[in-house]
Each structure stands twice: as structure tokens, then as C-alpha cells.
């Protein structure tokens, strides 16, 4: 296998691992966040290294995240086919993109300003701890989206080197969104979580239960996202984002069937790809259009 072949097979291995295609989870609303902070179009600098600043940041936790989990990966039957069980890729190799991917993090945050800086070694420490929540409480989901809501609130960061109230509104969005559909997830592993000592909400309430609190989630998140409508005196475009990511969100919860794997992956990942985008779309039309 020649140099460049081994190039292009490690970074596909990578791509993988880290699911990079799900960055678009977070990276709709960090732009919404931007565009809000600046009152406007942020400037090219600003942009770049905060997207830069998002993705290293992403990609460094998710592969933590795949290192911390393995020995669970490699027990669990939907899981064993991942790159570690499998030996595809080394814990060695794994924890050097782990740091190369903070390293850039931090100087990205340094180009940024003085406060995404200072808060560079917070937010590493709060992407990385993720992976031992579901150890020992069922909140691990709602952890999970408060480490990915860091996205709009690092972002809004980002533009304006201060705090405010806004972002916390819209990082509340992407927590809700993300626990609800992580829980929808997890329903597919409540008897292996419950066989291995493994914490999650499905594992803990059942999943009818489970059910009902990520619906609960999801429409804390609408009532937010209502509220933002109000707060940032946005107009027509941004409710009819709003209202077809309603009905994906309600589309989402009538296709779960935690037996079925590929439904499964439409409802807890293809259709919130397709939601976020959709919100991202008729905000910036409404911010900019009408």
C-alpha cells in the first residue's frame, strides 16, 4: 500500500470514528449564534477560527469518546463492529488525533479572543468528561446536550468576547434537542445498560417512559425556539422553519422501533441532520430576506 493510499484510508478511518457528518448537529446553530452576536455577517476571521475552533473541538471529543468506550463497544452486539472493538484503529493512535485536535482547539480559541482562551481548558474538560456520565446517572443524556449546546454559546463567544443572555436561550434549544434524541437512541441498548450496570434513561425509566420524557425534551425546545421568535424580534420565515421542524420532530417520534436499526438511524440522526439544517435556513432567510 503506497503512502498516499495509507494517507486516504487513516483520515476515512478517522472520518468515521468521529462521525464527522454529524457536526451538522451543532454547526446550524453555532452559525444562528454567530450571525446573532454580530447583527449581521461576522467577519472572515472571526468565522474561520471559530468553525475552526468547533470542529477540532467535536472531532477531539468524539474520539475520546470512542476510546473511553470501547471495552462497552466491543461487549455490546450493536457496537462490536466499530473501528476499536475491531482493532481497526490503536488507543495510541486515537488519544494523538485527541490532542493534536485540542491543541488546534486552544490556539483557535487564542486567535479568537481573550475569553474563549480562558474557557479553552473548561470546555475540553466538559467534552471529554461526557464519556463517563452514563457510569453512574440516567441525566448522561441532557450532559450530552449541554457539552454540544457549548456550540452557540462558544460561538456567540466567539463575535463578542462577553456573555449574555441570548445564547444560553439557544444552547437550551440544542441541549433538549440532542437529550431527546439521544434518548430516542438509547432505547436500543436498555437491556445490555441494564445487564452491565450502564446508566441512561431508557435503561432506568423503561422505554415508554423514556418515550414520553424525550417528547417532553422536544417540546421544551419548540416553546424555546417560540420564545427566541419574541426575544429576537424575528418575522414569517423563521415560524415556518419552526413549524416543518416540528413536524420532522413529530415524524421522528413515529417512527421509533428500537428492534429496527435502520429506522432508528433515520430518527435519531438522518432526521435531525434535516432539522437543524432546516432551522438554520429560515432563520438566516428570515434575518436577511425578510
Given at each position: 500500500?503506497?503512502?498516499?493510499?495509507?494517507?486516504?484510508?487513516?483520515?476515512?478511518?478517522?472520518?468515521?470514528?468521529?462521525?464527522?457528518?454529524?457536526?451538522?448537529?451543532?454547526?446550524?446553530?453555532?452559525?444562528?449564534?454567530?450571525?446573532?452576536?454580530?447583527?449581521?455577517?461576522?467577519?472572515?476571521?472571526?468565522?474561520?477560527?471559530?468553525?475552526?475552533?468547533?470542529?477540532?473541538?467535536?472531532?477531539?471529543?468524539?474520539?475520546?469518546?470512542?476510546?473511553?468506550?470501547?471495552?462497552?463497544?466491543?461487549?455490546?452486539?450493536?457496537?462490536?463492529?466499530?473501528?476499536?472493538?475491531?482493532?481497526?484503529?490503536?488507543?495510541?493512535?486515537?488519544?494523538?488525533?485527541?490532542?493534536?485536535?485540542?491543541?488546534?482547539?486552544?490556539?483557535?480559541?487564542?486567535?479568537?479572543?481573550?475569553?474563549?482562551?480562558?474557557?479553552?481548558?473548561?470546555?475540553?474538560?466538559?467534552?471529554?468528561?461526557?464519556?463517563?456520565?452514563?457510569?453512574?446517572?440516567?441525566?448522561?443524556?441532557?450532559?450530552?446536550?449541554?457539552?454540544?449546546?457549548?456550540?452557540?454559546?462558544?460561538?456567540?463567544?466567539?463575535?463578542?468576547?462577553?456573555?449574555?443572555?441570548?445564547?444560553?436561550?439557544?444552547?437550551?434549544?440544542?441541549?433538549?434537542?440532542?437529550?431527546?434524541?439521544?434518548?430516542?437512541?438509547?432505547?436500543?441498548?436498555?437491556?445490555?445498560?441494564?445487564?452491565?450496570?450502564?446508566?441512561?434513561?431508557?435503561?432506568?425509566?423503561?422505554?415508554?417512559?423514556?418515550?414520553?420524557?424525550?417528547?417532553?425534551?422536544?417540546?421544551?425546545?419548540?416553546?424555546?425556539?417560540?420564545?427566541?421568535?419574541?426575544?429576537?424580534?424575528?418575522?414569517?420565515?423563521?415560524?415556518?422553519?419552526?413549524?416543518?421542524?416540528?413536524?420532522?420532530?413529530?415524524?421522528?417520534?413515529?417512527?421509533i422501533k428500537p428492534t429496527n436499526p435502520k429506522l432508528m438511524k433515520i430518527a435519531s440522526y438522518n432526521l435531525n441532520q434535516v432539522i437543524s439544517m432546516t432551522i438554520l435556513a429560515f432563520t438566516l432567510a428570515d434575518y436577511f430576506v425578510s
Open positions: 500500500m503506497s503512502t498516499l493510499s495509507l494517507v486516504y484510508r487513516k483520515a476515512k478511518l478517522f472520518g468515521e470514528l468521529v462521525m464527522f457528518s454529524h457536526t451538522l448537529f451543532s454547526l446550524p446553530f453555532a452559525v444562528i449564534s454567530m450571525v446573532w452576536a454580530a447583527h449581521g455577517i461576522p467577519s472572515g476571521r472571526t468565522m474561520l477560527w471559530g468553525l475552526i475552533a468547533l470542529v477540532a473541538a467535536r472531532n477531539g471529543a468524539n474520539a475520546f469518546n470512542r476510546v473511553a468506550d470501547q471495552t462497552f463497544d466491543a461487549m455490546n452486539p450493536r457496537t462490536a463492529e466499530r473501528h476499536m472493538p475491531r482493532k481497526q484503529l490503536r488507543s495510541k493512535e486515537v488519544l494523538i488525533f485527541v490532542a493534536v485536535n485540542y491543541a488546534i482547539f486552544i490556539g483557535a480559541s487564542a486567535m479568537l479572543n481573550t475569553l474563549c482562551l480562558a474557557l479553552s481548558p473548561v470546555a475540553i474538560f466538559l467534552i471529554s468528561s461526557y464519556s463517563y456520565t452514563k457510569r453512574f446517572t440516567y441525566l448522561s443524556h441532557l450532559y450530552l446536550g449541554f457539552v454540544i449546546a457549548s456550540a452557540p454559546i462558544g460561538a456567540w463567544f466567539a463575535v463578542t468576547g462577553h456573555f449574555a443572555f441570548t445564547p444560553f436561550v439557544l444552547g437550551t434549544v440544542v441541549m433538549l434537542w440532542i437529550a431527546g434524541f439521544d434518548v430516542i437512541y438509547g432505547t436500543q441498548d436498555i437491556e445490555f445498560d441494564r445487564s452491565i450496570g450502564l446508566w441512561s434513561i431508557p435503561s432506568y425509566f423503561g422505554l415508554h417512559n423514556a418515550l414520553w420524557i424525550a417528547k417532553g425534551m422536544h417540546a421544551i425546545m419548540v416553546f424555546l425556539l417560540l420564545f427566541l421568535y419574541v426575544w429576537q424580534g424575528l418575522g414569517w420565515l423563521y415560524l415556518i422553519g419552526i413549524a416543518i421542524a416540528v413536524l420532522l420532530l413529530l415524524t421522528e417520534h413515529n417512527l
